[in-house]
């Protein structure tokens, strides 16, 4: 692992809180979005060909929720204006996510940061990393909804490559299939033990 200066970047800290979710749950949500090996592979592929587009991955994210004034509004003060220090400080911490979901193991470390990056969008700790005055909570029907936006934008990305198509068609399919199981796993703090 390499060393960030990134601001709030905590997937290497060791003293981040181990998550509620279990390995073993975890291999059966695997098991239930049918993401194995292959996608793996699929992903490190993706993290290749990512690799020096990623801040056009963010410009067409960030111009998404910027024309969108009540996704905007979360990255906003309560009376909606919005905060750049907190959109730029979230931007980089973005762009290392989109690196961890094609490049790193699955494991309990990255369980335990996916419980931090669920846990920051809602009210127990959204703010609190960036010390912003924003609004507290970010409801879960949006982070299941951004499912299908953060998947269908990446698509473009990943062709762009020289890769053919059958090999850009696996590199959705994991992302797609990473990104609904991280949403999954997200929406343990908000479902609690319905989860
Ligand atoms: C934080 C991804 C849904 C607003 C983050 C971070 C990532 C991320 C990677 C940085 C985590 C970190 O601090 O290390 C995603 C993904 C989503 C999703 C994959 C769903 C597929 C949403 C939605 C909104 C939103 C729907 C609202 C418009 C934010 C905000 C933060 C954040 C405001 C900063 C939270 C804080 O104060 O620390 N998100 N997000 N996200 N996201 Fe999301």
Same mark, same amino acid.
């Given at each position: 692992?390499?060393?960030?200066?990134?601001?709030?970047?905590?997937h290497?800290?060791?003293?981040l809180?181990?998550s509620?979710?279990?390995p073993?749950?975890l291999?059966?949500?695997?098991?239930?979005?049918?993401?194995?090996?292959?996608?793996?592979?699929?992903?490190?592929?993706?993290?290749?060909?990512?690799?020096?587009?990623?801040?056009?991955?963010?410009?067409?994210?960030?111009?998404?929720?910027?024309?969108?004034?009540?996704?905007?509004?979360?990255?906003?003060? !309560?009376?909606?204006?919005?905060? +750049?220090?907190?959109?730029?400080? %979230?931007? *980089?911490? #973005?762009?290392? &996510?989109?690196?961890d979901t094609?490049t790193r193991p699955y494991d309990e470390r990255w369980l335990a940061y996916q419980n931090?990056m669920?846990?920051?969008?809602?009210?127990?700790?959204?703010?609190?990393?960036?010390?912003?005055?924003?609004?507290?909570?970010?409801?879960?029907?949006?982070?299941?909804?951004?499912?299908?936006?953060?998947?269908?934008?990446?698509? !473009?990305?990943?062709?762009?490559? +020289?890769?053919?198509?059958?090999? %850009?068609? *696996?590199? #959705?399919?994991? &992302?797609?299939?990473?990104?609904?199981?991280q949403?999954?796993l997200?929406?343990?703090?908000?479902?609690?033990?319905?989860?």
């Amino acid at each position: 692992t390499t060393p960030t200066t990134t601001p709030g970047y905590d997937h290497d800290d060791p003293a981040l809180a181990p998550s509620p979710i279990t390995p073993v749950d975890l291999d059966l949500l695997k098991a239930t979005v049918l993401f194995g090996p292959d996608d793996e592979a699929a992903l490190r592929t993706a993290a290749e060909v990512l690799d020096g587009r990623i801040e056009q991955v963010l410009d067409v994210w960030y111009g998404f929720v910027g024309s969108h004034p009540h996704l905007l509004a979360y990255f906003s003060t !309560p009376d909606g204006e919005p905060i +750049g220090d907190y959109l730029d400080r %979230v931007r *980089a911490r #973005f762009a290392l &996510w989109i690196v961890d979901t094609c490049t790193r193991p699955y494991d309990e470390r990255w369980l335990a940061y996916q419980n931090e990056m669920a846990l920051r969008h809602t009210a127990e700790k959204k703010n609190k990393t960036d010390g912003v005055d924003s609004v507290p909570h970010i409801p879960l029907r949006y982070l299941v909804a951004f499912i299908y936006p953060i998947t269908a934008t990446i698509r !473009p990305f990943l062709a762009a490559g +020289g890769h053919d198509d059958e090999q %850009v068609e *696996a590199m #959705f399919q994991a &992302w797609f299939k990473s990104v609904t199981m991280q949403v999954t796993l997200w929406s343990q703090p908000y479902a609690g033990t319905a989860w």
